[in-house]
């Protein structure tokens, strides 16, 4: 009996719908600015700047391995990897350059000179997007070139597809290649500005922990407490081979009831290691064995910071701090008319002893203090202070209301000081209530 045979195959049909693989221009741009980052030299610095123009987008790296003829060759041959014996790359397809080209720009160009070569290599296409079912054929223009001791790689898009917006690059560029901007090993500009690598800012720590997966498989993990920065999520940052693949990452903990925890808690993880990703490096591979593997030991590692920041909710809010002034200025107010009333006796000395034992001169603050405890009188640097607890479970419950919150609080404390009965007490309420209500209608 005759063996039937069918041959796996591909056709060129196929390249249009590779540039496809992106949601927006930026992304696009990360996939050769990946290219850059795979053709620097250990122990080198690599150089790369980003030129834009109203129709036309730049990208030139140098210090790198660059690409002679048979690199660029290579670099047109979908599905194959031009990388060094190097395994630490971000290229995993041999597509995504490409594709992202074919995505950006209708019309490309790019000049290449391997290290150490005289030579410099031109290849320029027209119309990349409108194959019609054929590969490409281009000539390749030979010629001496300047960066004999660099190797250089400029790629030149034209009849862009997609608005490149300046202001973006700058953001994404500084987040997405934190870790090699900050150490140095990558140099970057956009339209001749030097973009400088995101630091995280923490309020505490950050703690260094470092594991091994497996042998050769190490991770490095800060951890810590940051301080609210607008645009800057909590949760993790992880970065393979120095670039950023996800961020608000926290491996499996986040739930609902933590909210505080999640707000505050982040960090960095660093992997040196090939970790599979999807097709334009969004997200791990989160099926794979490693990825399972390192969300296992994070989430144990992060149990305990989360136990801890838990209860606690966000810092006051402007407008609660916004409140938390006008009541101390009401309550001053109040305070200073009783004592310019009391002024009036005989014995001023007398006067004065005894409004400020009957009206002690409090200020209102935020602290997070023991989630049992509704509020803590204090005195600091001189000043009587009344710490309100924001850790507390009722203060959550009055957010909306913490206006009335804050005045209980106060007129509570003054009030059973000296009271004798419940009495007492609810009659001071009142009357402190009453004087309080008129000065706060005047700060309005």
């Known amino acids: 009996m005759n063996k039937l045979k069918i041959t796996e195959r591909i056709e060129p049909t196929i390249i249009p719908a590779l540039f496809k693989n992106f949601d927006n221009a930026e992304i696009a741009l ?55 014996s190097n395994s630490k790359k971000l290229g995993r397809y041999g597509q995504g350059g490409k594709a992202a080209m074919g995505y950006l720009a209708r019309s490309c160009q790019i000049i290449s000179t391997r290290a150490g070569e005289c030579k410099e290599y031109v290849v320029e296409i027209d119309d990349w997007e409108h194959k019609e079912g054929k590969y490409v054929n281009a000539e390749v223009q030979e010629r001496d070139s300047d960066e004999i001791e660099k190797g250089l790689v400029k790629i030149r898009l034209w009849n862009l597809n997609k608005k490149i917006i300046k202001g973006n690059l700058f953001n994404t560029f500084c987040l997405t290649y934190a870790p090699l901007l900050r150490t140095g090993e990558v140099k970057m500009w956009v339209d001749y500005t030097q973009v400088i690598g995101f630091e995280m800012d ?40 120095g670039r950023l693949i996800t961020s608000n990452e926290f491996f499996g903990q986040k739930t609902r009831e933590d909210k505080y925890a999640f707000e505050k808690l982040a960090g960095e993880i660093f992997i040196d290691f090939d970790i599979p990703l999807v097709m334009n490096k969004t997200n791990f591979d989160r099926d ?49 008319s009783k004592i310019e009333k009391a002024v ?28 049992h405890i509704r509020y803590q009188v204090m005195t600091e640097d001189g000043q009587n202070k009344i710490f309100v607890n924001i850790s507390f479970p009722a203060y959550n419950i009055w957010e909306k209301d913490i206006e009335f919150y804050l005045v209980d609080i106060l007129v509570h404390e003054i009030a059973k000081k000296d009271s004798q009965t419940i009495d007492d007490f609810f009659n001071k309420s009142d009357t402190i209530l009453n004087d309080i209500s008129n000065s706060f209608k005047n700060t309005k």
């Not at 009036?344 to 989630?371: A, G, H, T, V």
């Open 288 to 336: 794979s064995e490693d990825w399972i593997a390192l969300s296992k030991i994070m989430y144990g590692t992060l149990d305990p910071w989360i136990k801890e920041l838990s209860g606690k909710r966000k810092e006051p809010s402007r407008i609660e701090i916004g409140h938390q002034k006008n009541i101390n200025k009401s309550f001053e107010d109040y305070r200073l």
């Open 202 to 241: 923490y309020e505490k720590g950050p703690k260094v922990i470092t594991f091994e997966l497996a042998p050769g498989k190490k991770v490095i993990a800060h951890i810590g407490i940051i301080r609210p920065i607008k645009g800057i999520r909590g949760g993790f940052r992880c970065y393979e081979f």
């Open 344 to 371: 009036q006796i005989d014995d001023k000395d007398l006067s004065e002893k005894y409004y400020e034992n009957l009206i002690p001169n409090y200020k209102l603050e935020f602290r997070s203090l023991d989630k």
């Open 30 to 84: 990360l996939e050769l600015i990946d290219n850059c980052i795979d053709d620097r030299i250990e122990k080198n610095t690599l150089e790369v700047s980003i030129n834009t123009d109203k129709d036309t987008i730049t990208i030139t790296n140098k210090g790198g391995y660059g690409m002679g003829l048979d690199e660029l060759d290579r670099f047109f041959a979908w599905g194959r990897r031009n990388k060094e």
